[in-house]
């Protein structure tokens, strides 16, 4: 491989993983703010992300609704989804067992049932796509060709990213979810109410993790498996350190060029190994993230 | 931090007549089924055995230590693959085979452990389930060892001059093998390091207090569990023929821990009842398929909701509650 090559792929490789990059760390968001106020990993969220792809598809390509009626809808699904499952299941195993152990075995029990629920349905059955909503043509940036989808999507993500900042820095109501991933009983003294801020926090993650798949849809084949790409949000959620917010979006940023770049000079077969390995390394060198905070050891 | 499990001190007393009498019925069984039986229902038996065995590490990490650990299918792989490939290079009695493979993915356990450990708890959660998706790939793709997509013949088991040719011919073994691994993890149970897993998962604070070594402890239970996995591995290896990667992915560790968790987090009975009742349920789940993933995770969500200590001690307090009425 000669120099001029080696640049051209450099270059490729960022952009195409500035653009994966941007929807694993959507969803390592979206991850993260549950982790942060619950303390329990969601190992339901890639399959609400599949799930909300597939509501999309079906009323935007079976039902034929305008693409206006499908983009809340899709989003408002996903809110009450994962409101509705923090509020009825999740409040009731927290009130029949106290072990953190017991909420992870739901969420796991819950990512089971989506993806049965979509199996039955029968759109697993072949691999289908999201129509693309703007055009799919080509743009040279520097040496590395991307289309106008991926910059709507990698704009998009920012956006979204950005609103969600502003909501959690600015707004009483992201005071309120900060305050309860510090000391809920504290908060819950000064007068938030937990139940609902549970209920918007999980809600919220459901929008952002729906986004996320109407983002990716039209660039890779739907199947009811695609919510493994969780994989990849969580491993870029540890390379951000697990609490912080503005971790997690940069660790989607690495993950998501380190996986490219992985496949475009060593090859495609190994990419599955790359959230592993970039896991590993980031405990080994650097435990608490690249931008977690001093460790904190828990008491009774 | 409250979880309900069988205190030491619930298991050092005498055992109750229900015990006793379950006990009764589970030998007979054992002794009575390839007298009775034919071939299919001692392959599932032998399958269920395996479980049990498996169920045993998982209850290791998640019930004794409360670690969560996802990476138990790839370790049961690891045992699989080490104990099969040994058998087939050196002609040793299988038993040294079973044993190497419980050592490599101990070993690997350990490792892995170590690795993760070295943070909050959340942290094992996620890395083993990194590296039971890449050990699953591992299985798939490193053909000049594991003949990668095409699966792997296991060659028969041999102790001295008896090679075992038939489910029934193993069967006999499957159980002693499954016996020996029930009384070895109850007899680390009520070891001091048994106490001290439990201490761990109740309040690492006062376990540190206590004088243990809390990474310490988490490593070696997480490297137990993945050693008791591999065990399980070589004895699939007695009586299967044949092993593809495919049934090595996440599907099976969710299998055992539902297994788990339908016993009874934090009791060593509780894994051993799981492992046969969910089994058998899941046998019969398999006449429907499409309904499968449905039915795991609706059970492991209403399991969490209403009965987190397990099916038997849900029974148990309804026929309490029928007896004494409501309290």
């Known amino acids: ?300 | 931090m409250t979880t309900t499990t069988a205190t030491p001190a619930a298991a050092r007393r005498a055992i109750s007549p229900q015990a006793l009498a379950a006990l009764a019925a589970a030998a007979l069984v054992l002794v009575a089924l390839p007298v009775f039986t034919s071939g299919y229902v001692i392959y599932i038996a032998n399958l269920l055995l395996v479980f049990v065995v498996l169920c045993l590490g998982l209850h290791i990490v998640i019930g004794e230590t409360g670690q969560f650990s996802m990476a138990h299918a790839a370790f049961y792989g690891i045992g699989i693959y080490a104990s099969a490939l040994a058998n087939r290079a050196v002609d040793l009695p299988y038993p040294v085979a079973m044993l190497f493979g419980a050592l490599v993915a101990g070993a690997v356990g350990l490792f892995i452990g170590a690795l993760a450990l070295r943070m909050r708890d959340i942290y094992l959660a996620l890395a083993t389930f990194a590296f039971g998706e890449a050990m699953q790939w591992v299985f798939a793709n490193w053909d000049s060892v594991t003949n990668g997509p095409n699966g792997l013949r296991i060659s028969p088991a041999r102790f001295g001059p008896l090679e075992i040719l038939s489910d029934k011919q193993a069967y006999p073994f499957v159980v002693f093998f499954c016996l020996l691994m029930i009384g070895v993890t109850i007899a680390i149970s009520r070891s001091r390091l048994g106490r001290s897993f439990r201490a761990v998962r109740e309040s690492e604070v006062a376990a540190m207090a206590m004088g243990i070594d809390i990474k310490r402890t988490r490593v070696i239970a997480f490297g137990l569990s993945a050693a008791i996995a591999g065990f399980a591995g070589g004895m699939f290896g007695l009586f299967q023929t044949f092993i593809h990667p495919d049934s090595l992915g996440f599907q099976t560790t969710i299998l055992v821990l539902t297994m788990v968790v339908v016993g009874g987090l934090g009791s060593i009975a509780g894994a051993v009842g799981g492992a046969i009742v969910f089994g058998l349920i899941s046998e019969v789940l398999r006449q429907a398929p499409q309904y499968q993933e449905i039915i795991y995770g609706g059970i492991l969500i209403l399991f969490m909701m209403y009965a987190p200590r397990g099916l038997f001690a849900f029974i148990g307090d309804r026929i309490r509650e029928a007896r004494h009425g409501r309290r």
């Open chain 1, 1 to 300: 491989m000669d120099l001029q090559l080696a640049l051209i792929f450099l270059q490729q490789g960022i952009a195409s993983g500035l653009v994966s990059g941007s929807v694993y760390a959507l969803l390592a968001l979206a991850i993260v703010i549950i982790f942060k106020t619950s303390e329990v990993p969601n190992f339901a969220q890639g399959e609400v992300f599949m799930a909300a792809g597939y509501i999309a598809l079906y009323l935007f390509v079976f039902q034929q609704m305008p693409i206006w009626v499908v983009l809340p809808a899709t989003l408002v699904a996903a809110f009450l989804a994962m409101a509705l499952f923090r509020r009825i299941v999740l409040d009731q195993v927290a009130k029949s067992a106290k072990d953190l152990v017991y909420l992870v075995i739901a969420t796991l029990g819950l990512s089971y049932v989506l993806k049965g629920l979509v199996r039955r349905t029968g759109f697993g059955d072949t691999p289908r796509s999201f129509p693309a909503l703007v055009p799919t043509d080509s743009v040279m940036i520097g040496q590395a060709s991307v289309t106008v989808l991926d910059l709507t999507i990698l704009g998009t993500a920012l956006a979204v990213m950005a609103a969600f900042f502003w909501m959690f820095n600015y707004t009483k109501i992201g005071r309120a979810m900060r305050a309860v991933g510090m000391n809920p009983k504290a908060a819950q003294l000064v007068g938030v109410d937990l139940g609902r801020c549970h209920m918007l926090i999980w809600g919220l993650s459901g929008v952002i993790s729906a986004i996320a798949a109407l983002l990716i849809s039209p660039k890779i084949l739907m199947t009811a498996d695609m919510g493994s790409i969780v994989m990849l949000a969580f491993a870029a959620a540890i390379v951000g350190g697990f609490s912080s917010l503005p971790g997690a979006v940069v660790g989607g940023f690495v993950i998501g060029i380190v996986e490219n770049l992985v496949g475009l000079f060593i090859s495609s077969r190994a990419i599955v190994l790359a959230p592993f390995l970039a896991i590993l390394l980031v405990l080994v060198i650097r435990p608490q993230g690249l931008f977690g905070g001093k460790l904190t050891i828990k008491k009774v």
